[in-house]
């Protein structure tokens, strides 16, 4: 008995540690397939390719709005339908009216049922807008550009320092900022001048297992130029408050304002709940 509970957990255990290889895998195909159906060339000639970003520093750096990168997302391998009924242009107007620093838009379609058009739509805000999605070639950088974000995510799991530093370099050129994402201190060293934005994601990608204890204990060692973001497994107010206490100026949200039937209106209570926070806590 012991021994097929063991075989089990190494077969669950292959499975999970595939998750994040079986989604870069199949991005390396996608990204491919797009570069011959529309060259860098014919991205640069788009609507939004020339227009002034939005600065996500500049927007947690003044404190004004709530810190919250209020993410839309429909779905996710981990979780299944999240919600796929809410209108994202409703949800996003929704987070930006009541509050939002920045928006986070899912693009990638396989496994989260996002798209390039999500983004778009979502542009109708004037706030940041986070491309959320499995960057690992300039050409994504430059789609990017081309659809109106105004800040990339690179994921230092699926990455080398190297190549952070390369398309980091390159997202700077085209006036995009960069927000690295860590989960484990071995990932430290994937931080450069070019990634002002630090985001630490409490959930790791290839277990999806949820430690916010290991998170705070990675930020000590974030350097202190650098602008710290909590990501994944926020359920309350209590829990910004603590990062808050450990120097995280921005909290990336998705799941738990997506899961509700009207994601804005959920968003729209969080928010008065976090205006009514202590002082010692509050970020308005």
Same mark, same amino acid.
């Given at each position: 008995m012991r021994l097929n509970r063991y075989c089990d957990r190494l077969i669950e255990k292959k499975f999970e540690m595939n998750i994040l290889e079986e989604i870069i895998a199949y991005k390396k195909t996608e990204v491919e397939r797009r570069k011959l159906?529309?060259?860098?060339?014919?991205?640069?000639?788009?609507?939004?390719?020339?227009?002034?970003?939005?600065?996500?520093?500049?927007? +947690?750096?003044?404190?004004?709005?709530?810190?919250?990168?209020?993410?839309?997302?429909?779905?996710?391998?981990?979780?299944?339908?999240?919600?796929?009924?809410?209108s994202l242009i409703d949800v996003t107007m929704g987070f930006t009216e009541n509050g939002a620093s920045s928006i986070s838009v899912l693009t990638d379609e396989h496994f989260f049922g996002g798209s390039n058009n999500?983004?778009?739509?979502?542009?109708?805000?004037?706030?940041?807008? +986070?491309?959320?999605?499995?960057?690992?070639?300039e050409y994504q950088v430059t789609e990017a550009k081309s659809i109106?974000?105004?800040?990339?995510? +690179?994921?230092?799991?699926?990455?080398?320092?190297?190549?952070?530093?390369?398309?980091?370099?390159?997202?700077?050129?085209?006036?995009l900022e960069v927000l690295l994402e860590l989960h484990d201190e071995k990932e430290l060293g994937h931080i450069c001048e070019e990634t002002e934005l630090i985001g630490i994601n409490n959930r790791n990608l290839k277990t999806f297992e949820v430690n916010i204890d290991q998170s705070l204990k990675m930020a000590e060692r974030i350097p202190a130029d650098k602008i710290k973001i909590a990501e994944s497994g926020i359920g309350s107010v209590d829990d910004i408050a603590l990062f808050k206490e450990n120097g995280f100026k921005g909290f990336l949200i998705g799941e738990l304002f997506m899961k509700e039937a009207d994601p804005a209106i959920a968003f729209a209570e969080f928010v008065n709940e976090l205006r009514i926070m202590p002082p010692k806590a509050e970020g308005f």
């Open positions: 159906e529309a060259k860098s060339s014919f991205l640069e000639n788009s609507f939004y390719f020339n227009r002034e970003t939005l600065s996500l520093t500049q927007s +947690l750096k003044t404190g004004n709005r709530s810190g919250i990168i209020a993410e839309f997302k429909r779905r996710s391998p981990s979780k299944g339908v999240i919600n796929d009924k809410a999500d983004l778009i739509e979502a542009r109708i805000n004037d706030i940041p807008i +986070l491309r959320k999605d499995f960057i690992i070639d109106g974000a105004d800040v990339i995510l +690179l994921i230092a799991a699926c990455l080398t320092p190297a190549e952070v530093k390369r398309l980091a370099v390159f997202a700077r050129s085209l006036g």
